[in-house]
């Protein structure tokens, strides 16, 4: 089992050496289609934007497969995810660990660990306190142009792993 700082060190390299198609990542998102996303920034909603993770499929858990370089592309949909998302998906290794994307009703994903959901879930995997999941997670802790950009998030992350 890997420690907090492991993961996270994990995450940050992963955001930085995957090649994210246009329009696949965006913190305003655990999971979600990107025309539902651009609907709620547009609506100026994040929190909308950050709980409307949709996907047409019913199945328990979406399929990917790698594309060129080592680009990820969503099998079941058209998909845009957060840092955590992609790596509730992305990371074989999370996935062992326990952190995964749940639907809840209307098909809408959350990233999930032992029975926690959203920053709770990222806090208890990461072991991280709460204030720090939100610096690292949440939409509104990044300026606009940097939501959709993983490396920005790895950066962050890199940072607060030399606190630490």
Known sequence: ???????????AT???TTDFEAGKFHMGA???SYRELLHNIILFDPWRAALSARCPSNDDEMVFERGEGNTLVPIE??????????GAVGIPEFKEQGLKLTYWRYNVAVVSYEGYTDFAAAQAFFKIPSVTAS???SPTSYELFEQGDPKAVAKRIRTYLMTV
């Open 14 to 16: 992963y955001l930085e």
């Open 77 to 86: 949909c058209k998909t845009t995810g957060c840092a955590l998302g992609w």
């Open 1 to 11: 089992m890997w420690t907090g700082k492991q993961r996270l060190e994990a995450l």
């Open 135 to 137: 610096h690292l997670f």
């Open 30 to 32: 655990w999971m979600s």
